[in-house]
């Protein structure tokens, strides 16, 4: 079981990022991203559940980030827009096969983890 996540990089403030985070060895029912800035925890960014209708955000990125799947590819994207310097982290996809879990916007809701790619946003 892995999650490979990709397409960090370095953007201008007002730039745009989409991460890619694909699952190989298991179908995932819930897929989050969560991010750590250096010497920050690692907080919850966005969720997903398995149909795609329901998404849940972070205050800081609503109307900026929006995540999204293709159950087919086993695939989860975030989309950022408007970045800002505080959106600079190593952002890391979590993967859940529960259907449900009142952690869902917690490390401890996510038993499946990728190793994280870093977004650097200057200003």
């Known amino acids: 079981v892995q999650l490979q996540a990709s397409g960090g990089g370095l953007v201008q403030a007002g730039g745009s990022l989409r991460l890619f985070c694909a699952a190989s060895?298991?179908?995932?029912?819930?897929y989050a991203w969560f991010r750590q800035a250096p010497g920050k925890e690692r907080e919850f960014v966005a969720h997903i559940t398995w149909s795609g209708r329901n998404t849940y955000y972070t205050d800081s990125v609503k109307g900026r980030f929006t995540i999204s799947r293709d159950n087919a590819k086993d695939t989860v994207y975030l989309q950022m827009n408007s970045l800002k310097p505080e959106d600079a982290a190593v952002y890391y996809c979590?993967?859940?096969?529960?259907?449900?879990?009142?952690?869902?916007?917690?490390?401890?809701?996510?038993?499946?983890w990728g190793q994280g790619t870093q977004v650097t946003v200057s200003s």
């Open positions: 060895g298991r179908t995932f029912i819930r």
């Open positions: 979590a993967a859940s096969t529960l259907t449900y879990s009142s952690d869902w916007a917690l490390r401890i809701g996510y038993g499946n």
